[in-house]
């Protein structure tokens, strides 16, 4: 193990790390997306959007890690769907919990 894998936080924090990457990840927990679905779906919780340039380095990266794949029918018009790997999906219980301590802590009312 190299000195920056040392630490398995480090080594998961950088795999993760990235403005889109859980999101993205939990986008795909109900199965494979398009491209533009998986856009369309950021589109909503940024007001401006993600750009291509953007999103296509996060799937890469996503890709890369091993926790999606990127699978490209070889069409025309191009057809290419993204779907969670079985260690992508190890990661959707951990997402879970962390939607529910955002529920829990982050959506209360200021009063609260």
């Not at 091993?66 to 191009?78: A, N, Q, S, W």
């Amino acid at each position: 193990m190299d000195e920056h894998c040392a630490c398995p936080v480090n080594a998961f924090q950088r795999m993760i790390s990235g403005k889109y990457k859980l999101r993205l990840i939990w986008d795909l927990r109900d199965g494979a997306l398009r491209y533009g679905e998986l856009q369309r779906s950021l589109g909503q919780i940024t007001p401006s959007g993600i750009t291509a340039r953007v999103l296509s380095r996060e799937l890469k990266a996503l890709a890369e890690s091993r926790l999606i794949v990127r699978r490209d029918f070889g069409t025309v018009p191009p057809r290419v769907e993204y779907e969670l790997t079985s260690l992508g999906r190890s990661l959707l219980p951990l997402i879970e919990h962390m939607q529910e301590w955002g529920i829990a802590h982050l959506m209360q009312s200021p009063a609260a």
